[in-house]
């Protein structure tokens, strides 16, 4: 007798066929890889097959793997992720996709599926840069305005590009450069060989 997740396996399998670039199973978890592609045709049929019936997108979060495994990953930089819920035959899954160019990431947006994925692809455009195509309201939902750059990326500086102050001249708020400067600090345990050595004679 299969197990319920050997089941599901095996209808995401049966569903999505040529469409499933790679399914892996962890700690309990099913995970679905689909290129760009495919991404939208392959939520739709995990939402309406009815072997599948994933009726709820319950997240969905963007994702850099710029310097993932310590500079061992050589795919594309930027992923999108969402997790899906049937309710019918109480049973998750984990899709993901990977946006083509580096440089311009571009994902389908899937809130014509599941509208809860409106302020979730918000957040991974605001965090990431990710480009939901098709979303009729791609705007920041964290960050101010006038916030540059996509603050979770890799390569963005720990202390941003602007920081902003009340100016009492101008009785308004301000933006301005960061006069942080920039510091990498290294922990002791690290840099000094002895530290916490507690064989030494006093």
């Not at 499933?20 to 939402?47: F, H, I, W």
């Not at 840069?129 to 309201?137: C, E, K, L």
Request: glycine share 8%.
């Amino acid at each position: 007798m299969s197990t319920k997740i050997e089941r599901l396996d095996a209808a995401l399998a049966a569903a999505l066929g040529a469409r499933l670039a790679r399914c892996t199973r962890a700690l309990g978890e099913m995970t679905v890889v689909v290129k760009a592609d495919d991404y939208l045709s392959a939520a739709q049929t995990l939402r309406d097959d009815p072997a599948l019936k994933f009726e709820q997108l319950v997240d969905l979060c963007g994702v850099d793997y710029a310097g993932y495994g310590d500079g061992a990953w050589q795919g594309p930089r930027f992923a999108v992720v969402a997790h899906l819920l049937s309710l019918t035959h109480n049973w998750r899954v984990r899709l993901r996709t990977f946006a083509p160019d580096d440089g311009f990431p571009v994902i389908a947006s899937l809130t014509g599926l599941w509208p809860s994925a409106n302020w979730y692809e918000r957040e991974a455009f605001d965090l990431f840069g990710i480009v939901f195509t098709g979303h009729a309201d791609l705007r920041r939902i964290l960050t101010d305005y006038g916030f540059v750059g996509h603050p979770f990326r890799k390569d963005f500086p720990i202390s941003g590009h602007v920081e902003m102050r009340y100016d009492p001249e101008q009785r308004r708020v301000v933006y301005q450069p960061v006069t942080i400067e920039p510091r990498e600090i290294t922990p002791r345990v690290i840099r000094e060989d002895q530290y916490g050595d507690l064989g030494t004679e006093h």
